[in-house]
T-cell receptor
Framework: SQTIHQWPATLVQPVGSPLSLECTVE??????LYWYRQAAGRGLQLLFY??????ISSEVPQNLSASRPQDRQFILSSKKLLLSDSGFYLC?????????????FGDGTRLSIL | GQSLEQPSEVTAVEGAIVQINCTYQ??????LSWYQQHDGGAPTFLSY????GLEETGRFSSFLSRSDSYGYLLLQELQMKDSASYFC???????????FGIGTKLQVIP
C-alpha cells in the first residue's frame, strides 16, 4: 500500500532562519507531488506541484522554493523565513496520468515563526 | 480567473441531512472533488465527479452540473463525527493542478 511521510510534525523557527520540510512517498512510482499551506481556519493554498523529477510548478511567488531530487521525495525550502510563513504545511501525492485520482495528504507540519 | 465559493459555516442536527454547495469558475475544468478535514488533521478524499449527476458513497453523495458550474455534497444521517470542514476542489489547467475552496465548517449538534 502507498504511504506518505512528512516531517517534522511541528516546527518553531525565528524570523530570518532557513527552512527545509521533507516529504516522501512509498509504494508508488512517478506520483504527482504537491505542497499546500493552510492558514488557521482557512482553505488550502497550492504552493508548488511536480509531475516528475526536477519538474516544479510554482503557484505563488514568494520566498519559498521546492525541489524534487528523487522520484518520491519533495522538499520545501526557504532561505529566510517571514512571519507570514507561519501555517500548516501539507504535502500530498496523486497518481500520475489522470484527473480523477484523489490527493492523499501527509499529516502536515505546523510551522510557527517567532 | 479561477475560484470556488462555498459557505463558510453550516450547522445541522444529528440524524438530519445537510447539503454543502460549491460554485466554481475556471477554464479547462476536469472534475470536482470533495475532501473532509477534522480539526488538526489532514484532508481526506471523499468523492469525485467528472460528469453531471449524482455519485453516492454510503451516507455521502456528491452532485455536479457542469453547465451551471455547480456542485454539492450531501451528507445523510448525520453523526457527531461528521463535524469537520469540507472542501470542494477542481482539477484544471494541466489537470495536475488542484485548486481548493475555502472550506465549509460543519457543526453537527445533538
Amino acid at each position: 500500500s502507498q504511504t506518505i511521510h512528512q516531517w517534522p510534525a511541528t516546527l518553531v523557527q525565528p524570523v530570518g532562519s532557513p527552512l527545509s520540510l521533507e516529504c516522501t512517498v512509498e509504494g508508488t512510482s512517478n506520483p504527482n507531488l504537491y505542497w499546500y499551506r493552510q492558514a488557521a481556519g482557512r482553505g488550502l493554498q497550492l504552493l508548488f506541484y511536480s509531475v516528475g523529477i526536477g519538474q516544479i510548478s510554482s503557484e505563488v511567488p514568494q520566498n519559498l522554493s521546492a525541489s524534487r531530487p528523487q522520484d518520491r521525495q519533495f522538499i520545501l525550502s526557504s532561505k529566510k523565513l517571514l512571519l507570514s510563513d507561519s501555517g500548516f504545511y501539507l504535502c500530498a501525492w496523486s497518481v500520475f496520468g489522470t484527473a480523477n485520482q484523489p490527493q492523499h495528504f501527509g499529516d502536515g507540519t505546523r510551522l510557527s515563526i517567532l | 480567473g479561477q475560484s470556488l465559493e462555498q459557505p463558510s459555516e453550516v450547522t445541522a442536527v444529528e440524524g438530519a441531512i445537510v447539503q454543502i454547495n460549491c460554485t466554481y469558475q475556471t477554464s479547462g475544468f476536469y472534475g470536482l472533488s470533495w475532501y473532509q478535514q477534522h480539526d488538526g488533521g489532514a484532508p481526506t478524499f471523499l468523492s469525485y465527479n467528472a460528469l453531471d449527476g449524482l455519485e453516492e458513497t454510503g451516507r455521502f453523495s456528491s452532485f455536479l452540473s457542469r453547465s451551471d458550474s455547480y456542485g454539492y455534497l450531501l451528507l445523510q444521517e448525520l453523526q457527531m463525527k461528521d463535524s469537520a470542514s469540507y472542501f470542494c476542489a477542481f482539477n484544471s489547467g494541466g489537470y495536475q493542478k488542484v485548486t481548493f475552496g475555502i472550506g465549509t465548517k460543519l457543526q453537527v449538534i445533538p
